[in-house]
């Protein structure tokens, strides 16, 4: 028979991520894990082997984590670039309108007294 017992597990810092992502983090998990009836969860008697598919199963578990860490710091970190790039673009199209405009001006000014002068 298997009885199901919480484990604690750590979490990345949310302090690098979205809301979205930290809004996630924040919710409280109860992992499982499960242990034969011999077993009660104390550690009096550890077994040493343990089950070879488990424990392999958690290492590709642990790997998974750990590449989606990665993942999610790349597409943050892409994340910021893009503002920065798009915040960049905003100010120089703002300049070169501002610039058009005071050349437009220039030479409404210089068409004005043109034809003034004539």
Do not use: W
């Not at 790349?74 to 405009?101: C, H, P, W």
């Not at 437009?104 to 043109?114: H, I, K, N, Y």
């Amino acid at each position: 028979m298997l009885n199901l017992q919480p484990i604690r597990t750590s979490l990345p810092s949310p302090h690098r991520s979205s809301p979205y992502r930290r809004a996630l983090l924040g919710r409280k998990r109860s992992p499982i894990r499960a242990c034969s009836s011999g077993d009660d969860g104390s550690d009096a008697s550890p077994s040493l082997g343990g089950d070879k598919r488990q424990q392999e199963v958690l290492a590709k578990i642990a790997m998974l984590q750990a590449q989606k860490v990665r993942v999610t710091n790349f597409v943050d970190e892409r994340s910021a670039y893009l503002t920065k790039f798009a915040k960049d673009a905003d100010t120089e199209f703002d300049l070169i309108g501002q610039n058009a405009m005071k050349e437009l001006d220039e030479v409404g000014d210089q068409v004005s007294t043109s034809r003034n002068e004539s």
